[in-house]
């Protein structure tokens, strides 16, 4: 087996090919050309190309017509296609068709050798699980996300098919729905998963600091920076970065984080080296991003950008059959950790779990099975054990089975307790818990309890 990478660059202009040859000459490679569709199909009959870099708009044969052919006759190459940059819809389409990625016109030598290098890095372990007799696009094992749902089996599908690309993802879907599970999926899911997965929260970024945060910064860039340090787009090189709430995202890096994309390279803040990113982009928000569009929120060109490949998890009370399926796996879950045995939950509790419309989607289910599961007696979950949605809330005083916890777990557990029979009433929750309710706020805060 030859150790050179085979292109096939297919465009219809001689000068563009001529471009090409010029811009990614090297040892390493065997780059041979085509000018249509029926072309390259033909060369490829002799020319066993690991990667075809194709442009879409030719005559005879489009890129979108080869590349589908391609996928069918040829599923072991990878393709990229070629767009000028203002024809991104293009690019998003070809994705959608299964493109492994997509460059720009004019040509960026560095750029097209990221794409080469990130293809090779993946083919390499494909090959690899080939060796060890796994076919990863088989593996539709989801240790962690629980789903039968027909919605819940088609996303699972998405995930398969575009973890094994470098596209750009989206999650959208309102909060508590699995939105971080779906990325993280993706992710380990990947070429990448050796790599590192970094989630940055985009609501926690001060517009002040979050290129810093996200590009690094070099000594000096401004007061405070006292040292270089590495952004979160540095330390996911190799892996993939995951930008949560990205609606939240300040305008200023909104324009930074596009020229990152497009470049595929990022600057330190103060800095003027441009360095390579082989970072995967992930975002996720459960926000309008069209509505923000329209409003001048969120840049419309970063919108589609990051849209290429977009996932929506649906609600929960839109895939009710869901219910049954995870209540049960999260009543294993905490019975495991704390180590008590309740093998059922009565019918009558289930059916109120699938009556119940779940405005905190699976989130809130898990809260509601762990709380049961704390304060259940027996050898079934009951209606009473259910906090909020059962029919009354009892309001004995606490006896925790605290001999399995820490007393953090402890406490935390309490003031969930606490916040779910008040309503979520932080004066009366804090003043049952007799703590002063700044405390109630910052204990909250610590254990990462949500403001009902
Ligand atoms: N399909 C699922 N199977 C198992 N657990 C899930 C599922 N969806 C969500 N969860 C759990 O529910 C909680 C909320 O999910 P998360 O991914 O944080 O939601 P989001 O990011 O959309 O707000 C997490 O504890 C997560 O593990
Ligand atoms: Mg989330």
């Given at each position: 087996?030859?150790?050179?990478?085979?292109?096939?660059?297919?465009?219809?202009?001689?000068?563009?090919?001529?471009?090409?040859?010029?811009?990614?000459?090297?040892?390493?490679?065997?780059?041979?050309?085509?000018?249509?569709?029926?072309?390259?199909?033909?060369?490829?009959?002799?020319?066993?190309?690991?990667?075809?870099?194709?442009?879409?708009?030719?005559?005879?044969?489009?890129?979108?017509?080869?590349?589908?052919?391609?996928?069918?006759?040829?599923?072991?190459?990878?393709?990229?296609?070629?767009?000028?940059?203002?024809?991104?819809?293009?690019?998003?389409?070809?994705?959608?068709?299964?493109?492994?990625?997509?460059?720009?016109?004019?040509?960026?030598?560095?750029?097209?050798?990221?794409?080469?290098?990130?293809?090779?890095?993946?083919?390499?372990?494909?090959?690899?699980?080939?060796?060890?007799?796994?076919?990863?696009?088989?593996?539709?094992?989801?240790?962690?996300?629980?789903?039968?749902?027909?919605?819940?089996?088609?996303?699972?599908?998405?995930?398969?098919?575009?973890?094994?690309?470098?596209?750009?993802?989206?999650?959208?879907?309102?909060?508590?729905?699995?939105?971080?599970?779906?990325?993280?999926?993706?992710?380990?899911k990947s070429h990448r998963k050796e790599g590192p997965f970094i989630r940055v929260n985009c609501a926690a970024l001060t517009e002040t600091l979050s290129n810093s945060e996200l590009f690094g910064h070099e000594k000096g860039a401004f007061t405070g920076a006292i040292s270089q340090k590495k952004g979160y787009f540095e330390i996911a090189d190799g892996g993939t970065i995951f930008l949560d709430e990205i609606g939240d995202l300040p305008i200023p890096t909104q324009v930074s984080l596009l020229h990152s994309i497009e470049s595929r390279t990022f600057q330190r803040v103060g800095g003027t080296k441009m360095f390579k990113a082989n970072t995967r982009i992930i975002c996720a928000t459960n926000k309008s991003l069209p509505t923000m569009v329209k409003e001048n929120l969120f840049r419309e060109d970063l919108f589609y950008r990051i849209n290429v490949v977009c996932i929506d998890i649906p609600a929960l009370c839109k895939r009710k059959s869901d219910i049954p399926v995870l209540a049960n796996y999260f009543l294993k879950k905490f019975c495991t950790e704390t180590k008590k045995n309740i093998p059922r939950i009565s019918d009558a509790a289930m059916k109120i779990l699938t009556q119940y419309n779940w405005p905190g989607n699976v989130r809130e289910l898990s809260n509601i099975i762990e709380n049961a599961v704390i304060f259940c007696k027996g050898k079934e979950i009951v209606p009473a054990n259910l906090l909020k949605i059962g029919e009354k809330p009892h309001k004995k005083a606490f006896t925790l089975n605290l001999s399995s916890w820490s007393l953090p777990r402890a406490e935390e557990m309490i003031i969930r307790k606490a916040l779910a029979e008040t309503n979520g009433n932080l004066k009366q929750a804090a003043s049952e818990l007799n703590i002063a309710r700044g405390t109630l706020y910052s204990k909250m805060k610590r254990y990462g309890i949500q403001k009902p």
């Open positions: 087996m030859s150790s050179k990478t085979k292109l096939l660059f297919v465009d219809d202009h001689e000068m563009t090919r001529r471009l090409f040859l010029e811009a990614v000459s090297n040892d390493s490679l065997i780059i041979e050309t085509a000018c249509e569709g029926q072309d390259a199909l033909t060369k490829l009959r002799t020319f066993p190309a690991d990667i075809v870099f194709t442009d879409i708009k030719m005559p005879v044969m489009d890129g979108l017509i080869l590349l589908e052919k391609i996928r069918i006759h040829y599923p072991n190459i990878f393709i990229v296609v070629v767009t000028s940059s203002d024809r991104i819809e293009d690019a998003v389409q070809a994705m959608k068709a299964g493109a492994y990625d997509y460059i720009h016109k004019p040509f960026d030598p560095d750029v097209i050798m990221t794409v080469i290098e990130s293809i090779t890095g993946h083919k390499k372990i494909l090959e690899e699980n080939l060796f060890n007799g796994i076919d990863r696009r088989k593996d539709y094992r989801f240790e962690n996300i629980v789903g039968c749902d027909p919605i819940m089996l088609q996303i699972f599908d998405k995930i398969n098919d575009v973890a094994i690309t470098n596209a750009t993802v989206l999650l959208t879907g309102e909060t508590g729905t699995g939105k971080d599970l779906v990325a993280a999926a993706i992710h380990y």
